[in-house]
């Protein structure tokens, strides 16, 4: 049996063959994490700066291809002090780059009971495309509240006005789709956008604090609750970092910085013990982070259902 055509045959009954959405609890805060679906990208945007003989064996190591693999596309949603916050919104779909197994966030939405209009908030890590994506699909922005708040970093909204790509290291194609779309997204919601500078509280226990690095105003989200805390780290953080922290991801806008951003990051969550989401991690990814020498190790908590 082929589960990715059964998947799609039933795409249109009110669930899938695996609902893609993991529930948990942050003290009172619900959070919801749902898969967008995966992106498969060349295994080059790993590490471009690492010798490519590293970056096999590494692959080979996590029984991972050597040419491409799927990237996993998370988004989050949190209910706190009467408010619902979407923290990013997936890529939306996307007929120049052909990721058809992605943009799954609004389906997956409406089949878990998720009402748009009962969205109050958006927050954005940052405005790439497969993270504004969402918001951007046709009929969503009719669906969602005209009093819409969508958090995004003053310095976000001021680098998508002349982005700069000359030290990223992404597949042909993607800088046009990358401008085009944060172009589109200011354009249709700027009477939306609530900007901040450092670091702005959306609810109670949801703060989000700008780290740049990734892209100047990439931010984090944590959510704090009694003695329970997550971070979503967005693109801060992906699979390959806990090993090697200091490879430079091809979609970083400065790499260099990012890499900083990364370290410190996972420094502070290994000695807090708080629990991490980022987006490009396998589903749910949801877990903790120990030191393991000079790297990390992602613990990831146990499936309690
Ligand atoms: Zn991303």
């Known amino acids: 049996m082929n589960l990715h055509n059964t998947s799609r045959a039933v795409g249109s009954r009110p669930e899938e063959l695996v609902p893609s959405r993991y529930a948990l609890k942050v003290g009172e805060i619900d959070v919801l994490v749902i898969s967008d679906g995966v992106l498969p990208l060349p295994t080059a945007m790993l590490a471009h700066n690492a010798a490519p003989r590293v970056r096999a064996a590494w692959l080979d190591n996590m029984f991972l291809p050597p040419d491409a693999f799927d990237w996993a596309l998370n988004a989050v949603l949190v209910r706190s002090g009467g408010k619902t916050i979407l923290i990013d919104a997936g890529l939306g779909s996307d007929p120049d780059l052909h990721l058809p197994r992605a943009g799954q966030l609004i389906r997956r939405l409406d089949a878990a ?28 922005k009719e669906r969602l509240r005209p009093d819409l708040q969508i958090h995004v970093a003053a310095a976000e909204v001021k680098f998508w006005e002349s982005p700069d790509f000359t030290q990223t290291n992404m597949p042909q194609g ?39 690095g990734h892209t100047p105003g990439h931010s984090v989200v944590r959510l704090t609750s009694g003695a329970d805390a997550l971070t979503f780290a967005g693109d801060a953080v992906f699979t390959v970092g806990f090993d090697h922290p200091d490879w430079h991801n091809g979609f970083e806008h400065d790499p260099e910085e990012a890499a900083r951003v990364r370290v410190r990051l996972l420094r502070e969550l290994a000695e807090t013990g708080e629990m991490l989401v980022a987006t490009h991690m396998p589903f749910p990814s949801v877990g903790r982070v120990a030191v393991d020498g000079d790297a990390f190790r992602f613990v990831p908590i146990f499936w309690d259902y």
Do not use: C, W
Request: aromatic share 6%; proline share 3%; glycine share 8%.
């Open 174 to 212: 993607f800088p046009d789709a990358l401008r085009a779309a944060a172009k589109r997204f200011t354009k249709e919601y700027h009477n939306h956008l609530r900007q901040f500078d450092e670091v702005h509280e959306v609810a109670p226990g949801v703060v989000v604090r700008r780290t740049g």
């Open 113 to 140: 009971g998720i009402d748009l209009a009962s969205v109050t908030d958006v927050v954005l890590t940052h405005m790439h495309m497969d993270h504004v994506g969402g918001l951007l699909v046709d009929g969503v």
